[in-house]
């Protein structure tokens, strides 16, 4: 097993790591299977493996080689949440083993790193997460291989906030809100994250219950204070909603209105999309493109979803929509580091074992980049400029249908890696040890 930060340096030459080992694998080209076999079959072989042999041809292999460079640089944060429990209102079912504390929730992420080799932060939720001593918090990830990340404000969970937080009509609550938005920027200089996400719960239920304009401007003046008190490397990063908990209107229910405020406020200020946030049917790969045009495009929350915000795994509901969003950050030029875009899972496992979910989540993500590093760009934008719709058509599924688990077994085992991490996670004992330790006290959920 992996420890973080093992990992080998690049391959020396795209076509080394091509050549020798994704040649057994099975790629489909233009409708045609260009090799079969699992990936790892052929590792005892791959010194016979002549540069280019493998392929269908020597720009499949540059092509496979180039993502699988990619892929190495690619970073997912994992939400402290998502190891605790929770569930619908209906019903939280707890498990056992699950965090007690934003330690043991980091000792989690942590374990989840050490398997996917490329998730070396974790989101905090304020005040779920809230500690004394945040250096010491950060201190205490970075012992065991992980960084604390994005820091999400929680204005949602208090009775004074019935009526919303930053836009509520009372002075007095706006004030507590903005107060706390204030207090997580103080947490960012303390853990030395960069980055404030903001979604607020505001709204109201009934046509009349409160000025929507009004709510605006409230909503405007809350943005700028804490605009206004953040450094010069941090950010504030506006998720929309365009529904629950409010169910008449929304006071940020789409990306049209972050992007707005955001554009107002500056150049720190960027939209957040959370893939469950849409109305059904919603292109959110147009949402992608449009803001990352515009520059405005600071992060993702990805999960999926079927009817609402369900918060289920990141490309369980619809793997092909994930692949089409992340085909736009390709193209966009924005899935390294030096983007800046924050590439987050929000989700809940309210039924399926925590670790191994997140685990498999990151592998969704994963696939679906590798899916549209395949995608052969050139054939693509020919079509395109010829206004060949079929053919153009034709060469953006040929890079859904490639079957790229073998080229990201192979990346793994590159990187020192299991090529399986769910397999590798379930043989750990990881799972027995938690269950076993984490014995009395309460375990973290919604509201803990
Ligand atoms: C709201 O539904 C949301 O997506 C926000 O990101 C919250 O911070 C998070 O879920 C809480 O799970
Ligand atoms: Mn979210």
């Not at 050549?19 to 079969?36: D, E, F, K, N």
């Not at 924050?342 to 925590?354: T, V, W, Y």
């Not at 269950?435 to 919604?446: C, I, N, Y």
């Amino acid at each position: 097993m992996a420890t973080p930060g093992h990992t080998r340096p690049l391959l020396a030459t795209p076509g080394h790591l091509a050549c020798r080992r994704i040649g057994h694998s099975l790629y489909w080209r233009h409708g045609q299977p260009v090799r079969a076999g699992t990936g790892l079959e052929g590792v005892e072989k791959r010194e016979h493996v002549p540069q280019g042999g493998w392929g269908d041809t020597m720009a499949d292999t540059e092509t496979t080689a180039r993502a699988a460079a990619v892929l190495r640089t690619q970073r997912i944060e994992t939400p402290s949440w998502g190891y605790g429990n929770s569930g619908t209102r209906f019903k939280v079912f707890p498990q056992e083993g699950v965090p007690r504390t934003p330690y043991e929730k980091i000792d989690d992420a942590a374990t989840v790193h050490r398997f996917t080799g490329i998730t070396p932060t974790v989101s905090l939720h304020i005040p779920w997460d809230a500690v004394e001593d945040y250096g010491l918090l950060a201190k205490y990830a970075v012992d065991r291989g992980v960084a604390l990340g994005v820091i999400n404000a929680n204005t949602f969970q208090d009775d004074d906030y019935r009526l919303g937080s930053v836009t509520n009509p009372a002075p007095g609550v706006r004030r507590k809100a903005i107060d706390h938005l204030l207090e997580c920027v103080d947490i960012l200089d303390a853990t030395g994250s960069h980055d404030l996400k903001l979604w607020f719960a505001d709204g109201t239920n009934y046509p009349g219950q409160d000025s929507i304009r009004a709510r605006q401007d409230r909503l405007a003046e809350a943005l700028q204070e804490t605009y206004d008190r953040l450094g010069d490397h941090q950010r504030l990063l506006l998720e929309y909603k365009f529904f629950e908990p409010a169910f008449y209107h929304t006071d940020v229910p789409d990306w049209g209105t972050s992007y707005a405020h955001c554009l107002q406020l500056g150049d720190k200020a960027q939209v957040v999309i959370d893939t469950g946030h849409h109305a059904p049917g919603t292109n959110i790969e147009f949402i992608v493109a449009f803001l990352l045009r515009a520059g405005k495009l600071g992060a993702f929350d990805f999960n999926s979803r079927f009817y609402a915000d369900d918060d289920l795994m990141v490309g369980s509901a619809d793997p092909f929509q994930l692949f089409r969003i992340m085909y736009e950050i390709v193209q966009g030029g924005a899935l390294g580091p030096d983007a800046g875009i924050a590439f987050m899972l929000d989700q809940c496992h309210n039924i399926e074992a925590k670790i191994p979910a997140v685990i498999r989540s990151v592998m969704n993500v994963q696939e679906a980049t590798a899916k549209a590093l395949m995608v052969d760009v050139s054939a693509l934008s020919a079509a395109q400029q010829r206004g060949d719709v079929l053919a153009a058509n034709a060469a953006l599924m040929d890079g859904f249908n490639t079957d790229v688990r073998p080229l990201l077994a192979d990346l793994r085992a590159d990187m020192g890696l299991d090529p399986d991490p769910v397999a590798a996670y379930g043989r750990s004992g990881y799972a027995e040890k938690i269950r076993a330790e984490r014995v009395g006290g309460d375990a973290a959920g919604w509201g803990a």
